[in-house]
């Protein structure tokens, strides 16, 4: 069952078409990876589902369980149970760890902030009053943005690299959090470069210049990805953008 | 009403229950209501001198030579009418190798034409430890002009701390001086971190001299205001001896029609002095903000959550060791 539809998605910012025409389907409870190059539109397009500023404006539709959520806020679209882990998380001074999984952790008392910590490899009695500022380590900072996206049990997350600037150990800590997920039957839509994460995933899509080039099974998708996007097959589609001819 | 239920209501309005207060022998108190003190209780090595005035008191705090007080001292002053004039003038003398912290709760819950002015001049002895924590509860309406002007000098290998806090209730109107003389091998944290909304004003000057060598100095200065209110900050750290270091540190927030000015002055008038500074006015980050809203806060928890950030941060960062919120302040106030 679908629960999240691109519908021929076209984003431009400063004047460059970013997405172009995308068109994609989420299942319910699944667990999907979009990859591709640098500069694919992946991040672009977990934020125009997020519904971030600067990425609301844009023709075609997203739908969520059958519904345009394009006019939605993105407290609203949070609350209707769709949150986002950001490729390079916020830092917050004077922000403690406890305070920020607590805001996401609504119904959920203090042990469900301690549990979600231990759930992503870190120890709650070190971490726990700590600032969520730049005194934490990058992995550390997204370890503890997964810790507040396993708090707020979502029903659909887009995980924006999860996997990036995490060691081998923190890795199994978050395929493990992948798993609980999974169980808990949050649909996860997660950007990476690596294979590693990459076989964890059910379905594949591969971007390429804000297009869905290819989608289908992890395996085929991967070698796709290897054989025929190093180097990109779709670098003549770039210099036609930049030379500003339609590639619509 | 009696001092007795005057007491209890200024306890009251800041979250603290006397009774586990006064049950405690080991920690240090002094009670001011207006022009009266309703109560002191000592410890060994601390001595308290005060007189009443028309309008407030005038007391001499002094903690002796190479005492060391384990609990923070408790100060509770203020105000239960909502109108009114308290003046407190204190000189404070912490001895050589002495050490002590003081928690002062200020508390205008109920504030509609309040003035509260404090002028304290402070000796902190060589290698004497000092720090002191302002809490301050105003009511909802402001209605209270606070002044605070306190002259410090630290001594040789001293340590001092201080921190303005109010974030809770309306400000009123509230100018903050503050100047501070570091000798040779001192330390100086001077903070204020204060939240402002309706038609506030809030004035904060900090001059700081590193007058010896290897003195230390920061001045940190954290401001979130809303609707029409205004801040002005003007902090100002010279250094004149060899190694002395110093950074100035002023964060504003802003929304609605707020206005916020901030003049960092550094000073360096020796080739081996170091001083730094960094200003920052905005408004909420967008990035914090949205980050938040993706976990399901609403903006305006989100933008609550972001500031109670900014005007908490300072609190986990360099705590001096005479007062430590977490274990000694905290056990007291905890009704
Ligand atoms: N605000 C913006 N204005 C102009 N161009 C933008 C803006 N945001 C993103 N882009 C461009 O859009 C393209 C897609 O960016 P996006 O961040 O979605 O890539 P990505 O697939 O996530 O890449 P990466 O693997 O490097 O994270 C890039 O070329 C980027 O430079
Ligand atoms: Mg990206």
């Known amino acids: 069952m679908t629960i999240l539809e691109l519908k021929n998605v076209t984003l431009c910012l400063d004047g460059k078409r ?9 299942w319910q409870g699944h667990i999907h990876a979009l990859i591709g190059p640098n500069g694919a539109g992946k991040s672009t397009t977990a934020n125009v589902i997020m519904g971030l500023s600067g990425y609301t404006d844009f023709e075609g539709d997203v739908l969520y369980q059958g519904r345009s959520i394009k006019g939605l806020t993105i407290d609203q ?12 998380p916020a830092r917050f001074e004077g922000l403690s760890v406890y305070s920020f999984i607590k805001a996401a952790a609504r119904n959920s008392g203090d042990a469900k902030v301690r549990e979600v910590l231990r759930q992503v490899g870190l120890d709650p009695e070190k971490y726990l009053s700590r600032s969520v ?12 943005e997964l810790a507040s996206i396993l708090a707020m049990q979502p029903k659909l997350v887009l995980l924006d690299e999860p996997d990036s600037g995490i060691d081998v150990e923190a ?7 992948l798993k609980l997920l999974k169980q808990q039957g949050t649909t996860v839509i997660m ?33 796709y990805f290897q054989q025929r996007c190093i180097p990109c097959d779709h670098q003549e589609l770039k210099l036609r953008e930049a030379e500003g001819l339609n590639v619509g | 009403m009696s001092d007795n239920s005057l007491l209890q209501a200024m306890y009251q309005s800041v979250g603290i229950n006397p009774h586990t207060l006064w049950a405690q022998p080991d ?10 003190v309703l109560g002191v209780h000592l410890v060994h090595g601390l001595e308290v001198d005060a007189r009443q005035l028309d309008d407030g008191i005038e007391a001499r705090i002094l903690v002796t030579k190479g005492t060391r007080i384990a609990k923070p001292i408790q100060v509770c002053f203020g105000m239960i009418p909502d109108n009114g004039v308290q003046r407190i003038i204190l000189e404070i003398v912490v001895e050589d190798d002495a050490r002590a912290g003081v928690v002062a709760h200020c508390t205008f819950p109920n504030a509609r034409n309040i003035r509260h002015e404090m002028d304290a001049r402070l000796t902190i002895g060589r290698n004497a430890e000092y720090a002191y924590i302002e809490r301050h509860v105003h009511g909802a309406e402001g209605g209270v002009v606070v002044i605070p002007r306190s002259k410090v000098r630290v001594l040789e290998g001293g340590r001092y701390h201080t921190d303005f806090e109010l974030i809770r209730g309306r ?25 402002g909304s309706g038609d506030d004003r809030i004035n904060i000057r900090e001059v700081a001299h590193l007058a010896g060598a290897y003195a230390r100095g920061v001045l940190q200065t954290s401001v979130a205001l809303r609707h029409r209110a205004e801040a002005m900050v003007h902090n100002t750290l010279r250094a004149s001896a060899p190694y002395a270091r ?32 960094e200003a920052a006015i905005g408004s909420v980050d967008s990035r914090q903000l949205e980050t938040l809203m993706s976990r399901g806060l609403s903006e305006d928890e989100a933008v609550d959550l972001i500031i109670q950030g900014l005007l908490l941060k300072g609190r986990s960062g360099s705590q001096p060791a005479g007062v430590s919120y977490q274990a000694d302040v905290l056990s007291v106030t905890s009704s």
């Open chain 1, 171 to 177: 890795l199994e800590r978050i395929f493990d959090a």
């Open chain 2, 246 to 277: 110093g950074h100035v540190d002023c964060k504003e927030i802003v929304q609605d029609q707020a206005v916020a000015k901030a003049v960092p002055v550094v000073e360096v008038t020796h080739p081996k002095a170091h001083v730094t500074h």
């Open chain 1, 18 to 26: 970013i997405l172009n025409d995308l068109s994609i389907e989420f």
């Open chain 2, 27 to 36: 920690v240090a108190r002094i009670e001011i209501h207006a022009n009266q």
């Open chain 1, 77 to 88: 679209r949070a609350r209707l149970g769709i949150t986002l882990a950001w490729q390079e």
């Open chain 1, 133 to 144: 500022d730049r005194t934490l380590s990058g992995g550390e900072r997204k370890r503890i």
């Open chain 1, 191 to 223: 950007i990476t470069h690596s294979l590693a994460v990459l076989r964890h995933a059910e379905h594949a899509f591969l971007l390429c210049c804000g297009r869905l080039v290819s989608k289908g099974a992890v395996d085929k998708i991967a070698n």
């Open chain 2, 171 to 195: 400000v009123g109107q509230i100018d903050i001086d503050i100047e501070l003389v570091g000798e040779a091998h001192s330390t100086s944290e001077v903070a204020a971190r204060v939240s």
